[in-house]
């Protein structure tokens, strides 16, 4: 039957073939040809792009921030901007582009030791400029380079025109006296940092094949261009976009939101554990010792920090881990909690919510709790072995907290004794640097001191900027190492940074009450050492791998950054936790699910203690992980503005910093040809296009005489 069936399909076929018309010999071939085409089309769609432009894949963008009153950062327009690229190697350089050049708008690539205030100033406002791709200086600028504000957080710390008016606006103290303040102006152009030499280099190749003047007239087309795309979608303010944000998810059904508040989680643990649910007791007197994790650049998530944040709260892990080691901590009188600080940068985002959150009882201590406060903040530029400790000198008026801060300053001065640092008071005529702590003071007078490298001016000439680098806090390793040679190599900035840790380990223990002999309590400098390679040359060592939970593998990315962003938690927060935990945790014998749900096993304590179920190490003999269950006193929370929670966009008291929001980010280079030769090709392909419409009006016309089949010979009819 199925033979039959096809028989007759085929017959069927054959019938329907035989009572058609025969078509012209010439369509076969024809209509062939056209499939080939459409096929060829469909196969290679892009094939011509991919031939004419050549795509830059490792840049970094400028981007648009915004606060209460004003933004900040770059963008494009929304198709992108293009210029002819010309190189800028020297200030004379720049004539040709603001002045000589015949082929504006220009696209220029930057030396990297020319991108400061004076140029950038020159390029804003002029037509003649489409867009910046600035190289990376080699060796860092010796001249220091900090885009941030000569006075960082001005506004949103303690002193004011209420408390401390004379040193409010870093009037007695000018922190960050090389801050060009270029990261808070407004570029209407896009600027791109080029991460890759061998880009750059391919960028100069084509701009000397064909963009170098000639005799001091212009070269002839094509000249190599660039495109560089950064549209931004936010405008004007926090509040204009927080807006518009409201009005969208309010009477839209597809809401597009055009910007988002940075946000992260701050990471907190006590050496004591506590109910992180519940509430601790009035009497409970506890130290905060606090850094910030965060660092910032011109360029998005461009922020190394070395100095600025990673050698700081490396020091901080590596005290909590000595004094965590010590016998008797949980006999201490007082309790210690380690607080890591997420966007401080931008006006104390971290600290400024953990305070918010501590005044509405939304957080397990209150400020009545707090016994004093440390905080670490830039300790590794160190002249020879001095750290020195700041005071407020507003507070220090006050007979009671003079005494604890006069105590605090004792036991760390004594802390020191015998070790290679050697702490110093600043004075009490100068106020305190950019801190966490001065958040906390805005709220209530509480002792505290800040360890910093610097007596008054920052020691770092990279504060904020791109060269914050691992050079910048002189680490150096050998050459020839492997990579898990380079993980534990133990550094001279290792060792000294140690030694910081050892003393503010020291102390904290003095300070909670430990009465026994300190000397036992000692940072380990290996463990600083794997710290700084993880936290500053690469994430994707084999000691992060083996403290991470297995689903979040993918956070491991080669070169690490610390900036806060508007997704969370970021990387760095996750790996502070995760470090933390393995530094002051311990490791149960529990199983996989009694460890994701400790509830269901016995006496594990939950609103005590947070498990986590990590990789481990590799088993030695094969290729797979040994995990295991760490239990420790490790919490997350929220690091976002109160503003936001409040809803007051526009607020002078908290932190309104948001990041707009853009559709692509990419850039690319080709060869453009002259004005002429586009309008003549335009031209042409209209004639072309013109002639081709009225010759298919002609043949559709004639069709049946062109197209006529001719009448067989041999047939007659009757």
């Known amino acids: 039957m199925a033979a039959a069936g096809r028989a007759r399909s085929r017959r069927g076929m054959a019938a329907a073939a035989a009572g058609s018309p025969r078509l012209p010999a010439w369509c076969g071939p024809l209509r062939g040809l056209l499939l080939a085409v459409l096929a060829a089309g469909s196969c290679h769609g892009n094939s011509v792009e991919r031939k004419i432009y050549i795509p830059l894949n490792k840049t970094a963008p400028c981007v648009r921030l915004l606060n209460a009153t004003h933004q900040i950062g770059c963008q494009s327009s929304i198709s992108g901007d293009t210029g002819v690229i010309h190189v800028v190697e020297k200030e004379e350089d720049l004539n040709w582009v603001l002045a000589d050049g015949p082929h504006p708008p220009y696209m220029i690539l930057l030396d990297g030791n020319l991108f400061n205030r004076k140029v950038l100033m020159q390029l804003k406002g002029t037509s003649r400029v489409s867009g910046l791709a600035v190289s990376i200086a080699k060796p860092n600028p010796p001249q220091g380079f900090s885009p941030g504000l000569k006075c960082p957080n001005d506004g949103f710390g303690v002193y004011s025109k209420d408390y401390g008016p004379q040193y409010a606006h870093c009037n007695t103290t000018v922190w960050n006296p090389l801050g060009s303040g270029i990261s808070y102006e407004d570029f209407d152009f896009p600027i791109f940092l080029l991460e890759d030499a061998n880009e750059t280099q391919v960028i100069k190749q084509c701009y000397q094949d064909h963009n170098v003047p000639r005799d ?137 919510r953990m305070v918010y959150d501590m005044e509405k009882d939304k957080f397990p201590l209150r400020l009545d709790n707090i016994h004093s406060f440390v905080e670490l903040n830039q300790v590794a530029l160190r002249n020879g072995s001095v750290l020195w400790m700041h005071t407020d000198p507003v507070s220090w008026m006050n007979e009671s907290v003079q005494i604890q801060v006069r105590n605090l300053l004792d036991i760390l001065s004594s802390s020191s004794v015998g070790a290679n640092v050697t702490l110093q008071e600043v004075g009490y005529s100068q106020p305190l640097p950019p801190s966490s702590f001065q958040r906390f003071l805005r709220a209530r007078h509480i002792p505290g001191v800040v360890l910093t490298d610097h007596q008054a001016a920052f020691q770092n000439r990279y504060y904020q900027s791109m060269y914050d680098t691992p050079e910048n806090i002189r680490m150096q390793y050998p050459e020839g190492l492997s990579p898990e040679e380079t993980l534990e190599y133990v550094t001279d900035t290792a060792k000294s940074l140690a030694e910081v840790a050892t003393v503010v380990a020291r102390a904290l223990y003095r300070l909670a009450g430990g009465a026994n002999n300190t000397s036992a309590i000692q940072a380990d400098p290996k463990t600083v050492t794997r710290m700084l390679y993880g936290f500053l040359i690469k994430m994707n060592n084999s000691w992060f791998q083996s403290i991470i939970k297995p689903d979040l593998k993918g956070i491991l990315g080669d070169v690490p950054q610390h900036y806060v962003a508007v997704s969370s938690p970021v990387n760095t927060t996750y790996l502070v936790q995760y470090v933390l935990a393995n530094l002051t945790g311990t490791v149960v014998n529990l199983t996989k699910e009694e460890c994701l ?64 929001r853009w559709k692509e980010i990419r850039a690319r280079i080709f060869l453009v040809a002259s004005k002429e030769l586009e309008i003549i090709t335009l031209v042409v392909g209209i004639v072309i296009l013109v002639f081709s419409l009225l010759a298919t009006h002609f043949i559709n016309a004639k069709a049946d005489v062109l197209f006529s089949i001719p009448r067989d010979p041999g047939a007659v009819a009757y």
């Open 216 to 352: 001091g007239s212009g070269p002839e087309y094509p000249l190599c261009a660039m495109q560089l795309f950064s549209h931004m979608h936010a405008v004007t303010s926090t509040v204009t976009c927080m807006r518009r944000n409201s009005i969208q998810n309010t009477f839209s059904i597809n809401p597009e939101t055009v910007c988002d508040p940075l946000l992260d989680y701050n990471v907190w643990s006590t050496l004591q554990p506590i109910n992180s649910s519940g509430k601790v007791d009035r009497e409970k007197e506890v130290i905060i010792v606090a850094t910030r994790i965060d660092s910032h650049s011109f360029f998005w998530n461009i922020a190394p920090g070395a100095e600025s944040a990673v050698s700081s709260f490396v020091t901080h892990l590596a005290a909590a881990e000595a004094l965590h080691k010590a016998s008797d901590v949980h006999l201490l009188q007082r309790n210690v909690m380690f607080t890591f600080f997420q966007g401080e940068t931008f006006d104390y985002i971290g600290s400024s």
């Open 597 to 660: 749900n400790p509830e269901k096993a016995p006496n594990t304590e939950k609103e005590l203690y947070d498990y986590a179920w990590v990789q481990g190490s590799l088993d030695p003999n094969s290729t797979t992980r040994v995990p295991y269950c760490v239990r420790s006193t490790v919490h997350l929370t929220k690091a976002l503005s109160p503003a936001f929670e409040l809803r007051q966009w526009g607020s002078t008291e908290y932190s309104t910093w948001t990041e707009s």
